[in-house]
C-alpha cells in the first residue's frame, strides 16, 4: 500500500502555471500505476492524467492535452503534474492517486486503491 501527499495546489490567474507533486512511500512505487484525478463541486471525480510503469504510456483527458504533462521519478518516489495555460475551468481539487494491481490505465476511480488527500486549485479569470 502507498501512502500519498500532495503539495503545489494553490490559486493562480488563467494563462497561469502550477505544478503538483505528490510523494509517494512504499518499496513498490515503481510497480504502480500513478493518476491524477480532479473533482470539481457539483461534479463527478475525473481522470486528469496518469502514467504507466516505467513511465513508457501515459493518459491524458482531452481537456488538458498539450496543456499539462504528468512525469515520475521511480527513485525519488514522487509523481508530478506540470500544468500550464490553466483556465478557470480547471478549478477544483486534485488528487493523487495509485493503482498497484492493473498494469493498463483505467480511468474509473474505484480502480485505484490508495488516495492523496488533495490539494485545491483554483484558477481566477
Known amino acids: 500500500q502507498a501512502q500519498l501527499v500532495e503539495s503545489g495546489g494553490g490559486l493562480v490567474q488563467a494563462g497561469g502555471s502550477l505544478r503538483l507533486s505528490c510523494a509517494g512511500s512504499?518499496?513498490?512505487?515503481?510497480?504502480?500505476?500513478m493518476a491524477w484525478f480532479r473533482q470539481a463541486p457539483g461534479k463527478e471525480r475525473e481522470l486528469v492524467a496518469a502514467i504507466g510503469l516505467c513511465a513508457r504510456r501515459t493518459f491524458y483527458t482531452p481537456s488538458v492535452k498539450g496543456r499539462f504533462a504528468i512525469s515520475r521519478d521511480d527513485v525519488k518516489y514522487t509523481v508530478a503534474l506540470q500544468m500550464n495555460s490553466l483556465d478557470p475551468e480547471d478549478t477544483a481539487v486534485y488528487y493523487c492517486?495509485?493503482?498497484?494491481?492493473?498494469?493498463?490505465?483505467?480511468?474509473?476511480?474505484?480502480?485505484?486503491?490508495?488516495w492523496g488527500q488533495g490539494t485545491q486549485v483554483t484558477v481566477t479569470s
Open positions: 492517486a495509485a493503482d498497484s494491481v492493473r498494469s493498463i490505465i483505467n480511468d474509473r476511480p474505484d480502480s485505484y486503491e490508495d
Open positions: 512504499g518499496r513498490i512505487f515503481s510497480s504502480y500505476i
